[in-house]
T-cell receptor, first 111, second 114 residues
Framework: GDSVTQMEGPVTLSEEAFLTINCTYT??????LFWYVQYPGEGLQLLLK?????DKGSNKGFEATYRKETTSFHLEKGSVQVSDSAVYFC??????????FGPGTRLSVLP | DVKVTQSSRYLVKRTGEKVFLECVQD?????MFWYRQDPGLGLRLIYF???????EKGDIPEGYSVSREKKERFSLILESASTNQTSMYLC?????????????FGQGTRLTVV
């Protein structure tokens, strides 16, 4: 079945550092890909999405590109802030299936 | 904005109690889901529903049941709560699964069974 693998962390960075959180997936066909963010004590919020190969999703300075050839959807941000501290989930949605989530990556940004 | 509302942020229940977790969405979404979230285990799907009165088992349905009498409401029921059901419970909804659509989540219910 479909699956999502992502670096589990925790990832600790200093403010203004560059962020990469790796995500790879296994799926037949062409799933849609998502990054969700969960702030402490909250539910998940959609951060960005991409629906087809080579699409780039972006939001709040975060970006991720749908790479079909490497089955990846890595999350990047050029300069993180303390307020970005959260858990980040990579996920896919495949036609005829349900959402599949990765295990989540905890990010801590230090001032 | 889509809103998914869970009835409680925090609940404390006793072992053996019957527990109801309620979830309501206001965007006429066909699909609704219940997940539990535990440290190191990520999100695990308990039950989901594609339409009123329809339900499907997810990955970990044991000890749970669901009810969907109205399109906007999806209830998770713990028939006899046990301490291993202490967890964060997340409800989500989405449009028809035949189309590309993201899942929208509620704020979560942190349940403690003592």
């Amino acid at each position: 079945g479909d699956s999502v693998t992502q670096m589990e962390g925790p990832v600790t960075l200093s403010e203004e550092a560059f962020l990469t959180i790796n995500c790879t997936y296994t799926a037949t066909g062409y799933p849609s890909l998502f990054w969700y963010v969960q702030y402490p004590g909250e539910g998940l919020q959609l951060l960005l999405k991409a629906t087809k190969a080579d699409d780039k999703g972006s939001n709040k300075g975060f970006e991720a590109t749908y790479r079909k050839e490497t089955t990846s959807f890595h999350l990047e941000k050029g300069s993180v802030q303390v307020s970005d501290s959260a858990v980040y989930f990579c996920a896919l949605f495949h036609y005829g299936q349900n959402f599949v989530f990765g295990p989540g990556t905890r990010l801590s940004v230090l001032p | 904005d889509v809103k998914v509302t869970q009835s409680s942020r925090y609940l404390v229940k006793r072992t053996g109690e019957k527990v109801f977790l309620e979830c309501v969405q206001d965007m006429d979404h066909e699909n609704m889901f219940w997940y539990r979230q535990d440290p190191g285990l990520g999100l695990r799907l308990i039950y989901f529903s594609y339409d009123v009165k329809m339900k499907e088992k997810g990955d970990i349905p044991e000890g749970y049941s669901v009810s969907r009498e109205k399109k906007e409401r999806f209830s998770l029921i713990l028939e006899s709560a046990s301490t291993n059901q202490t967890s964060m419970y997340l409800c989500a909804s989405s449009r028809d699964r035949g189309r590309v659509a993201e899942a929208f989540f509620g704020q979560g219910t942190r349940l403690t069974v003592v």
